[in-house]
Every structure is written in structure tokens, then in C-alpha cells.
């Protein structure tokens, strides 16, 4: 048997995780009823059981910056900013 929480209160990722655990734990038998219970979508349930990756936590393909070059360039426009000197788009 599920928890009995309720789901109006828990946030969407963690009632998403309540319902992947009923799953995993055979608390519910069945994808569609533990959509319902929780509130989450049926497709996108079957989905991440299939192995899928949540999109916010892809990396996504076709970035033009390495983390490394993104937290170098951001440390570069923060310390012209100090001095006084305002980073235009051009020179970005």
C-alpha cells in the first residue's frame, strides 16, 4: 500500500520519486495507478523506468562553452565590472 501523504503538498520531483519507489518496491503494480496516486505523469513515469534521462539533467549537446570556459569568462566580466569598466557584447 502507498504512503498516504498527500500529494498537493510534496513538489513535483519529490512526488515523481514516490512514485518510481511504489513502483520499484512493487507497492503498486501498475505505471498508470501510480501516476494517479501521485500526480505525475504516466508517459514520462514509463519513460524514466525505461532508463531515460530526465532533461535537466542531460548535458545538453550543443553548448559552446565548457563549464570551465563559462566560469572563466563570467570571473573575466565580474572583475572588469569591479574596475570599472563595463563589459560590452563585442568584446564578451
Do not use: C
Not at 513535483?12 to 511504489?22: G, I, P, S, V
Not at 513502483?23 to 503494480?29: G, K, N, P, R, Y
Not at 505525475?40 to 550543443?62: F, M, Y
Request: no cysteine; net charge negative.
Amino acid at each position: 500500500m502507498p504512503p498516504t501523504t498527500t500529494t498537493e503538498t510534496l513538489p513535483y520531483e519529490e512526488r515523481f520519486n514516490l512514485a518510481l519507489q511504489a513502483i520499484e518496491l512493487f507497492q503498486v503494480l501498475s505505471i498508470r495507478i501510480a501516476a494517479a496516486l501521485y500526480d505525475v505523469p504516466a508517459t514520462t513515469l514509463q519513460d524514466r523506468l525505461n532508463g531515460h534521462i530526465a532533461r535537466k539533467d542531460a548535458q545538453v549537446n550543443n553548448r559552446k562553452l565548457s563549464p570551465t570556459e563559462e566560469q572563466a569568462l563570467l570571473q573575466r566580466i565580474v572583475s572588469m565590472d569591479e574596475r570599472g569598466m563595463p563589459p560590452t557584447l563585442l568584446f564578451i
